[in-house]
């Protein structure tokens, strides 16, 4: 009699292991589960981050548009020849010259790229009044007078 209820007692552990162990693998298996939406969540949120970001296809060059910007790197003309209007701003040739392998970049020619991101910037936002504007600041070389 005794053997009997040892033998159901060590069945009824084992019963209450494997149930338990089944339970563990079910839990596992949702955090799993949960774990791989969440990671696709966030894929699709940073998808769309980026798209957001990216309102405006560029194409690549064409031959005309490439052959310009050559002719405007190369050194033939005046060095003080305009090659880009931005607004009010404007960069010469001696200064896009400096985007040539090899050479320093000259500051004028990052603060005219700036110039043209904030304005690109202030067009996106005409356009779509729920955009947040970006800011681009420039330091200037020269001292200017606190009032």
Request: proline share 2%; aromatic share 6%.
């Amino acid at each position: 009699m005794i053997q009997a209820r040892d033998l159901r007692e060590k069945a009824e552990r084992e019963e209450a292991e494997r149930k338990l162990r089944e339970e563990e693998e079910k839990e596992e298996e949702r955090k799993r589960l949960a774990a791989e939406e969440e990671e696709e969540k966030e894929k699709e949120a940073e998808k769309s981050n980026i798209s957001s970001a990216l309102p405006i296809a560029r194409e690549p060059l064409y031959d005309d548009e490439f052959s310009m910007v050559a002719e405007k790197l190369s050194e033939n003309g005046n060095s003080d020849d305009v090659v880009g209007v931005s607004k009010n701003d404007e960069v010469m040739r001696k200064n896009f010259v400096t985007l040539r392998q090899g050479s320093w970049l000259n500051d004028e020619v990052i603060h005219y790229w700036y110039r043209m991101l904030q304005n690109r910037d202030d067009k996106l936002c005409a356009e779509d009044s729920s955009r947040s504007h970006s800011h681009f600041f420039k330091v200037s070389d020269e001292p200017h007078e606190l009032k």
